[in-house]
């Protein structure tokens, strides 16, 4: 177990004490693309279309609307989820106490190499040698009890209290993670009435779907404009829940002119961005979105991924429904850990993941790419 000398030679770094962002921090290229104002309010006046959708999954037509924003943006803010707003107040105020336990302690948890779940950089980091402005801690909802021990090994209220909220969150997260996945379906024209159409392949979609926690903390920062709270990337799975503070820092990248939409904070409100296995379930009609986290100078922001994906085994490939008559698929099967080492490799190549296994790029497989990376 990590000791306060593993800390002095880990590679902690203490936002807190920091005046000034140093060189392993700051990002170049960062402002290559202007930022737009993402809310209703500023988007309309400036006459941009910038506005990111907004779907109610209460509404009559909630299927059509995130079929067309999953087209046209690959995320949108969800309200009318019916999660309690107390509740959400609660994960976040136990979040926030997490993060502000002193660092030797979280360090108890540092995630290895390797490894999924534990506290530290963000996984992706490990693919860049500049430095994020952030900490996160990942963790499996349903063995929490036992990884949170790693960080409170004493099991007092602290714990406790994390684990109930966690729990609670959960339970409503996986039930609303099968509503929108019904609306997705539904979107594709796979779900009618009550009726679920073609083979098992689609409910078993619901039935297996895993889901995972990462939480983010990005501290206030002196420098803002040099440093990065998140690089820029697409989520790997099928799709995720995010969920802000009130400090805004979420953006996504749009095309045609090329921008970064920054996201409103909207109370209340989940973020769902699409992933790259969704992409390639739905034979890239729903598009997993690019985004990033940027820092504020004055406020910490604090953010909470819930990840919906497939279980490590099951190999994911384009809905037989997904793909247009008389069209071959557009990309290969693969499992979630094969598809994270090809996006580790495409890291390093500066290729892009998703042309790596498209169907064109299976002609000439790619077979040493480590799934274990
Ligand atoms: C389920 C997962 C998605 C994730 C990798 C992980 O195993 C747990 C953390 C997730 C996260 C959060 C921050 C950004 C991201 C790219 C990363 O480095 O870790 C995502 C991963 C992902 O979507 O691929
Ligand atoms: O902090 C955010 O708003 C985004 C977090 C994110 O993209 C992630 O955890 O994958
Ligand atoms: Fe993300």
Not at 105 to 127: D, F, L, T
Not at 278 to 291: A, D, E, K, P, Q
Not at 326 to 344: C, L
Request: aromatic share 10%; charged share 20%; with cysteine.
């Amino acid at each position: 177990m990590p000791t306060a000398s593993h800390l002095k030679n880990s590679l902690y770094f203490d936002f807190r004490a920091a005046r000034r962002v140093p060189e392993t921090h700051a990002w170049p290229g960062l402002h290559e693309h202007p930022v737009v104002d993402g809310g209703e309010a500023a988007a309309a006046a400036a006459g941009t279309g910038d506005a990111v959708p907004v779907v109610d999954v209460r509404a009559p037509d909630a299927a059509a609307r995130v079929a067309r924003a999953a087209e046209q943006w690959g995320a949108f803010l969800v309200t009318g989820h019916g999660v309690p707003a107390s509740l959400l107040a609660r994960v976040e105020e136990r979040i926030a106490r997490m993060f502000a336990l002193p660092a030797a302690e979280k360090m108890r948890a540092v995630r290895a190499p390797g490894e999924a779940c534990g506290y530290g950089s963000p996984p992706i980091s490990s693919s860049f040698s500049k430095r994020m402005w952030s900490e996160g801690y990942t963790f499996s909802p349903v063995s929490l009890r036992s990884d949170l021990r790693r960080l409170w090994p004493k099991a007092g209220d602290d714990y406790r209290l994390f684990c109930d909220v966690m729990e609670e969150f959960h339970k409503e997260m996986r039930q609303l993670a099968d509503k929108l996945l019904e609306l997705f379906l539904r979107a594709l024209g796979l779900i009618t009435g009550e009726q679920i159409a073609g083979v098992q392949a689609e409910r078993k979609i619901g039935e297996t779907m895993t889901a995972t926690m990462h939480l983010n903390w990005y501290p206030r920062c002196p420098d803002p404009q040099r440093a990065l709270g998140l690089i820029a990337h697409t989520d790997s799975g099928f799709f995720t829940f995010v969920l802000q503070n009130l400090v805004p820092g979420l953006q996504l990248f749009r095309r045609g002119p090329d921008r970064w939409v920054a996201v409103p904070a909207v109370p209340g409100a989940f973020v769902v961005n699409v992933g790259d296995l969704f992409h390639i379930l739905t034979n890239g009609r729903f598009h997993s979105v690019y985004h990033r986290a940027v820092v504020n100078r004055d406020l910490d922001r604090i953010s909470l991924g819930y990840f919906l994906g497939p279980p490590p085994h099951v190999k994911v490939a384009p809905l037989p429904e997904a793909v247009p008559r008389g069209r071959s698929p557009a990309y290969r099967a693969v499992t979630w850990p094969e598809y994270m080492a090809v996006r580790k490799k495409a890291f390093t190549t500066g290729g892009s993941a998703l042309k790596m296994i498209s169907a064109a790029a299976a002609a000439e497989p790619d077979d040493d790419v480590d799934v274990h990376a």
